[in-house]
């Protein structure tokens, strides 16, 4: 079984600026995958970026990036430039080889200022 | 275009009238699964099908059933519904793989649901 933890409830970030969100994650499959998805207001899941457990380069997808470190179990998402149209609930998820079942983290909402 | 389609988008009902919310897919995937949606618990599965005719419980099966008699169709039945299942439902698709974990997941557009 697959668990995912997302400690970071919301997060205020300034326009323009970085954001981090973290995500650390526990299975027993020998190969996995990482999955981030992004919930606007209008609540539709968006899928952002994807990380295999094999893969050497941490992925990335215009302004979002995976920071894998697969010895800490973490895979946090960075949002570069952050952006009024970020304002959003961000969910970090994850599927085993042994099953098909995403599971999800708690979520974290990020709220963009001006 | 592929798609997952979920309906209705907002449902309100009273506490005991059954209830079905519909899901279809037109991207000829195997597997099918709902989700249920609720505050500082992220999504959590409640049933998934791998093919026709094959279904099976998720983490948060109970008040829920689910059938999939055709492989684009999976209905989730609330068959009494309570206040406790107000939440946003998700119903999500992809490829069986084989022991393959970056296939996509697609998801519909939710649909939320207010037993009073």
């Known amino acids: 079984a697959q668990k995912i933890t997302q400690t970071q409830p919301g997060m205020f970030v300034q326009e323009k600026e970085a954001v981090t969100l973290d995500c650390t994650y526990d299975?027993?499959?020998?190969?996995?995958?990482l999955f981030w998805y992004k919930q606007p207001s209008s609540g539709e899941m968006i899928f952002l970026i994807y990380q295999g457990s094999y893969d050497q380069q941490n992925a990335t997808e215009g302004r979002y990036s995976l920071n894998f470190q697969k010895a800490r179990k973490s895979a946090n998402l960075v949002i570069s430039a952050s952006q009024l149209g970020d304002s959003a609930m961000y969910f970090c998820?994850?599927?085993?080889?042994?099953?098909?079942?995403?599971?999800f983290g708690a979520g974290t909402t990020v709220t963009v200022r001006a | 275009e592929a798609q997952v389609t979920q309906n209705p988008r907002y449902l309100i009902t009273v506490t005991g009238k059954k209830l079905t919310v519909t899901c279809s897919q037109n991207m000829n995937h195997e597997y099918m699964s709902w989700y249920r949606q609720d505050p500082g618990l992220g999504l959590r599965q409640i049933y998934y099908s791998m093919n026709v005719e094959v279904t099976d419980k998720g983490d948060v099966p109970e008040g829920y059933k689910v059938s999939r008699k055709e492989k684009r169709n999976f209905p989730l039945i609330l068959e009494s519904p309570s206040p406790n299942q107000t939440s946003l439902y998700f119903c999500a698709t992809r490829r069986a793989s084989g022991g393959a974990v970056s296939y996509g997941y697609t998801f519909g557009s939710g649909t939320r649901l207010t037993v009073v």
């Open positions: 998820a994850m599927v085993g080889s042994n099953d098909y079942k995403l599971s």
């Open positions: 299975t027993s499959d020998p190969s996995y995958g």
